[in-house]
């Protein structure tokens, strides 16, 4: 299992460095409003265009028996079934795309973007460069939201004695050796507050848990204890 994903690994790696210098505008499936979740894994909601660079993204439009086979050898067993994991790829529409590079969107062609759990798993030029992109991608007056694991609220379990678990799930995270689960940076409101007013972003405020102006929270948030929520407007 370790090296199937060290495999998978190294062939999305090897994918996104042939895609470094092309920008592909793929098709947006969806009309008014258009929703984009990027970096999306399998917290996805009905309607929205998932862009990520996962294995699932690139099989989600390949037979059911190709699911099957991908279950097996994933680690989509630990938080869902079978059934469940091949209704989410074939119900969705997902593109396969390395973010580190770029969204394959054209200019103001979304109305929302969002975001959860992802910016942190990216460089902090590569997170900045991100969300140049999302504010590229997005209509006048579209809202961009953004989650990402609280630092203020990582950095309060070490004045309560639980550093092992502030080292090990937010600054050396480690999931059987995958590259793209550790954590490269993190964030609390006035850290991504000074990176989104850097890009081009205004409007920008802390939500709470499942409330603000972007569609299906209540489907996308999770986490609530331990993320920060940010939404932002173009």
Known sequence: MRLFR????????????????QRKKV????????????????????????????LNALIANLPGSI?????????????YSEQ???????????????????????DDSADFIYSS???????????????RESCRVLKPKGTLRIVVPDLEYALS?????????MLTQYFFVDDDDSYYARHKY??????????????????????????????NLDVLDNRAGESLFVEATR
């Open 6 to 21: 060290r495999i998978v690994d190294g062939i999305t790696l090897l994918l996104g460095h042939i895609k470094r210098r």
């Open 27 to 54: 098709p947006v499936a969806y009309t008014s409003p258009t929703k984009v979740n990027i970096g999306c894994g399998l917290a996805i909601a009905a309607g929205w265009v998932n862009i990520d660079g996962s």
């Open 67 to 79: 699911h099957r086979l991908a279950y097996r050898l994933t680690g989509a067993s630990r938080y």
């Open 84 to 106: 469940e994991y091949c209704r989410l790829l074939g119900r969705n529409y997902f593109v396969h795309h390395d973010l580190a590079h770029g969204i394959p969107l054209a």
């Open 117 to 131: 759990h992802f910016l942190e798993h990216l460089p902090r030029r590569d997170a900045e460069n991100l969300l």
């Open 157 to 165: 379990l070490y004045s309560v004695g639980k550093k092992e678990e």
């Open 186 to 215: 993190m964030y609390d409101f006035e850290i991504l507050k000074g990176v989104l007013e850097k890009v081009g972003f205004h409007e920008i405020r802390r939500c709470a848990y499942q409330e603000g102006l972007t569609p």
